[in-house]
């Protein structure tokens, strides 16, 4: 069963979202926030496995809570709930830390998918957002690319190849099987990547996947 916390300021929406991840299908909705400001406190009285979070609300937003909430020791992951015309509101969840970023009016399926996706500790990025978010990573990455090399040439072959697999969405225990390697030794790459590339969290790395190419919309 996936704890979640769904913060959003819109009852409709959060009625919606309630009834989308249901107990049935393996979720347990443990609290509701109507504002950001109402988080931390949430997240400390029911201890979710993923905070589903709407990036626009009107007193404290999105980023400012997702921001705060990252702060904390062992925080659980953010979905970002945003729409087409966020790409400001991309950016800022992006640099908040946000584990993932779903569209509003996504399909049922698809909501499911990205908060068991996220619960379980990988990045979700769904293409309705996707070139939004890559602009927003784009105007990030220079700086940190200059600080830690951030160049694939950095890279070895096997770090590259576990590169590639994050883009595509693999949880470590599927690149484990599919490069017929203990999982100890993926965490053990991924935190190289993350070291040598200057990325901050696997949401990142899928970032800089697609931006350099090595994943598309299709793979």
């Known amino acids: 069963m996936i704890r979640v916390l769904i913060v959003d300021d819109q009852e409709l929406v959060r009625a919606g979202l309630r009834g ?111 070139s939004k978010v890559l602009d927003a990573y784009r105007g990030m990455r220079a700086p940190v690319a200059a600080a830690a090399g951030g160049t694939l040439g950095v890279l070895t072959a096997k770090e590259l190849e576990v590169l590639v697999l994050v883009g595509r969405g693999r949880t470590n225990a599927e690149i484990s099987a599919e490069l017929h390697v203990a999982e100890g030794t993926v965490k053990t790459h991924i935190n190289h990547v993350f070291s040598k590339l200057g990325l901050r969290d696997r949401a990142a790395a899928v970032i800089f996947a697609f931006e350099q190419g090595l994943v598309s919309f299709d793979t």
């Open 20 to 130: 989308i991840l249901r107990r049935e299908l393996g979720f347990d909705v443990v609290g509701e926030c109507a504002d950001g400001a109402e988080v931390d406190a949430a997240v400390h009285a029911t201890h979710p496995d993923v905070v589903l979070m709407d990036a626009r609300m009107p007193v404290t937003d999105g980023m400012t809570a997702t921001r705060r909430l990252r702060s904390m020791p062992g925080a659980p992951p953010v979905l970002a709930l945003t729409t087409f015309d966020d790409e400001d509101i991309v950016a800022g969840m992006l640099r908040a830390g946000a584990a993932g970023f779903t569209v509003k009016g996504t399909s049922a399926e698809d909501l499911q998918k990205a908060v068991r996706v996220v619960a379980d500790g990988n990045a979700w990025l769904d293409p309705g957002v996707t």
